[in-house]
Nanobody, 125 residues
Framework: QRQLVESGGGLVQPGGSLRLSCPAS????????VAWFRQAPAKEREAVSC???????TLTNDGLFTIARHNAKSKSEVFLQIDSLEPEDTAVYYC???????????????????WGQGTQVTVSS
């Protein structure tokens, strides 16, 4: 069974940092482009960053988010480091994936068919 399971969310003060992780299982992780999306209350889901099978990154913002992947048969994961968090970063963060080889990853949600359940990030003082 193909799975992505996010963790690492929580309550953090403005200016703080979080590192989200998303272990993958049940599929050939090396062949998947992966991404992080987020959805704030009453807003549409939006892409944060994605990473293709060659570890080429596509960003949507000024680099406050750092995406990384660890490809290993023993444990495959995708990470998201978020720095300088602000209240407007409060959202549910999702990791997602779709099978591809070599092409740049897409920031549209449409090709992503594998999704985690999400992890809540709340930024508040």
């Amino acid at each position: 069974q193909r799975q992505l399971v996010e963790s690492g969310g929580g309550l953090v003060q403005p200016g703080g940092s979080l590192r989200l992780s998303c272990p993958a299982s049940g599929f050939t992780f090396d062949n998947y482009n992966v991404a992080w999306f987020r959805q704030a209350p009453a807003k549409e889901r939006e892409a944060v960053s994605c990473l293709n099978t060659n570890s080429e990154i596509t960003l949507t913002n000024d680099g406050l988010f750092t995406i990384a992947r660890h490809n290993a048969k023993s444990k495959s994961e995708v990470f998201l480091q978020i720095d300088s968090l602000e209240p407007e970063d409060t959202a549910v963060y999702y990791c997602a994936g779709y099978a591809d080889l070599g092409r740049l990853c897409q920031l549209s949600a449409s090709p992503y068919f594998l999704w985690g359940q999400g992890t809540q990030v709340t930024v508040s003082s």
